[in-house]
Each structure stands twice: as structure tokens, then as C-alpha cells.
């Protein structure tokens, strides 16, 4: 069996060939795209991450509505987390303050 980090690196390879091959064709785009929902992860600031680690998980449809979020709380130190899903009311607060956020590099 292939190391998996080599296995890795092929299939991170083949996946950005995609996204590119997306980028510039409309029709692949709406194919490929259309089946990925997202998820993503957003950790709070904490003075001491090695005792307590809290943050919010979030999850989209392909149109990015989030369907789902839930808070998680962890105490790494104790090896102890964990999830609470997070109210409709309480959603709308956090979509609402990640309104202007936008994906950029740092270049």
C-alpha cells in the first residue's frame, strides 16, 4: 500500500486540477459543485487553548444555507468535550455577524 501522505498529495493534486478545470468551465462547475455542501470551523480566542478550546461548527448546502451548527467545548487537559447544537434564534446572530467575512489570502 502507498504511503498516505503520497496518497495524500496525488488526490490533493487531482482535486485542485478540478477546481481549476471548474473555474473556467460553467457547466463543470454546476456539475461538480452542485453535490458539495461545506463545513466549516470557527474557533474562539481563548487565553489558555491548552485548558479550554471552544468554537462553532457549521454546515451549508451547496447554495450555502447553513443547515446545521453546533457549539463545541473541550478541556484538552481533561481529554473532555463536548457538542451543543446551536438554536435557529442564536444561528441567525452568528450568520449575521460573519456577514462581511470573506475568504482572501494573506499575501
Known amino acids: 500500500m502507498a504511503d498516505i501522505n503520497e496518497a495524500a498529495e496525488k488526490k490533493l493534486k487531482s482535486r485542485i486540477r478540478k477546481i481549476k478545470k471548474c473555474n473556467k468551465d460553467d457547466a463543470e462547475r454546476e456539475k461538480f459543485f452542485n453535490q458539495l455542501g461545506t463545513s466549516f470551523t470557527i474557533f474562539f480566542p481563548n487565553r489558555n487553548p491548552d485548558k479550554l478550546t471552544d468554537g462553532l461548527n457549521l454546515y451549508t448546502d451547496p447554495e450555502g444555507k447553513v443547515l446545521f451548527a453546533d457549539y ?22 452568528v450568520i449575521e455577524s460573519l456577514e462581511q467575512f470573506k475568504f482572501q489570502l494573506d499575501e
Open 72 to 93: 463545541f467545548y473541550q478541556i484538552p487537559e481533561e481529554d473532555q468535550d463536548t457538542t451543543v447544537e446551536v438554536s435557529v434564534k442564536d444561528l441567525k446572530a
